[in-house]
């Protein structure tokens, strides 16, 4: 028998087992969390009530434990775990406790994926599949003994951006929002930092990306970029009175939105993500001489190597390095 209540602003976890009453402080969690945390212990007291074998649970039940402590601490990335974890993985793995899942499950998830869709976006889900089972047997529940690795990734493409005259077309073909696009295509903002932006984050001559314990940034960190006379202009149409720059609306209706306006322009389908105004910014900016440890900053990326899949459009790249070759 367990349960959670509250003493000030602490919450507490208390539970009866074979060897007496149990009380332990969570901290200064969120209800959510407490509760997470009294269906760990439920689990671990009706599967492994008294030999000291780590608790076995069904996957579908671990899921809904592991998402509700990730939105918590990970929330800017909740959206696309969930999506894995309920849309990919369940269908395949409902019926299993999750000890029982083996490589050939795995290997039989990437077969149907192949083929269907990039290779680093298999890499992906198979990440957030380790990362759950990780955080299951921190949790002391039994998990698979083998370890998931990435597939080969045998595509190299460098990033797409939009050159001006296809920004042009994009702002013209827009006839209420063009505004939205500029702002990002001079900022660089991801979508979901676009979102939560806050209009007193918006300061004369620069904006602060904020990292908050509800709206995290991808990195978990804060940044400052500087505010381009275009994004100053685009700016000017936007409702500065409400506390978000951003109007509240469903959050796939600016990427619905950007597809249509890219299709009526003739712009190519490979280009029709907003993300692709977030690479336009890198690119232009790399172009145009600046070195990648800034772009590395202005873009919020944790490590160097992600920015230099731009290097190769630096007017310094590899220059002169030929010598005097002429064969």
Request: charged letters at 25%.
């Amino acid at each position: 028998m367990a349960s959670i209540y509250k003493r000030g602003e602490y919450w507490h976890l208390q539970w009866r087992d074979s060897k007496g009453r149990h009380r332990v402080s969570l901290g200064k969690i969120s209800k959510k969390g407490a509760e997470a945390s009294l269906k760990r212990k439920e689990y671990e007291i009706a599967y492994a009530p008294v030999t000291h074998e780590k608790a076995q649970i069904h996957f579908i039940d671990y899921v809904n434990i592991y998402l509700e402590q990730f939105a918590l601490k990970y929330p800017s990335s909740y959206e696309t775990s969930q999506h894995t974890l309920l849309f990919d993985y369940e269908p395949m793995f409902k019926h299993l406790m999750l000890h029982e899942i083996t490589i050939n499950d795995v290997n039989a998830f990437i077969g149907l994926k192949v083929g269907h869709i990039k290779t680093a976006t298999i890499n992906r889900k198979l990440s957030i599949l380790r990362a759950l089972l990780n955080q299951a047997k921190d949790d002391g529940f039994k998990i698979p003994n083998f370890k998931i690795k990435e597939i080969p990734n045998k595509e190299s493409r460098p990033p797409k951006y939009f050159t001006l005259d296809e920004l042009e077309l994009i702002y013209q073909e827009d006839k209420l929002y063009p505004h939205y696009w500029r702002f990002l295509a001079n900022t660089g903002l991801r979508l979901g930092e676009f979102r939560n932006l806050k209009v007193n984050d918006i300061q004369k001559d620069s904006i602060y990306i904020v990292s908050s314990a509800s709206e995290s940034t991808k990195s978990g960190k804060w940044r400052y970029i500087p505010i381009n006379d275009n994004a100053r202009e685009s700016l000017d149409h936007f409702d500065m009175t409400n506390e978000y720059l951003l109007p509240r609306q469903h959050k796939d209706t600016p990427k619905t939105r950007f597809r249509r306006i890219c299709n009526r322009s003739g712009i190519t389908k490979e280009k029709w993500g907003v993300h692709c105004l977030r690479h336009t910014f890198a690119s232009h900016l790399v172009m145009g001489g600046t070195n990648l440890r800034t772009v590395q900053v202005l873009l919020g990326h944790a490590s160097i190597q992600t920015t230099e899949q731009y290097a190769h459009l630096s007017p310094d790249y590899l220059k002169d390095s030929l010598g005097g070759l002429n064969l």
